[in-house]
């Protein structure tokens, strides 16, 4: 297994481990139920971008800066639409929700940065 892929499996882990924690002991208005499918929805995206973009590294530089771009606006536009999509169904927990979604987007950015710039400076 990939140390990229240990690494990613390990980061979900204690996340669903902590938003069970926050939904057990935080009130419903602060939480949201629908915050472990959320890091599940990072996970796999995460990994298939990831993918993709090592895939274009070994092809050309200019192909891995290219690739990053549009990857990161697909992915941009991919978490609008589920947030969107999540207003329309869900109004009540919306503002947990959104906030949740946020807060796992950076952390799972911050990942992902991280591990491409480890990646990168190997090769």
Known sequence: MKKFTRSLIVLSSVLLILITCCNYFLPKKLSSPHAVYIVIYF??????????????NEQSPQNFVRSYMTFTAFKILLNLIVIVIYLFIYR????????????????????EIISLQKELKRK
């Open 92 to 111: 009540s927990g919306a503002i947990a929700f959104v906030l949740s979604f946020l807060a796992l987007y950076f952390v799972f950015l911050i990942f």
């Open 43 to 56: 996970f796999f995206l995460t990994a298939i971008i990831h993918q993709f973009l090592m895939k274009a």
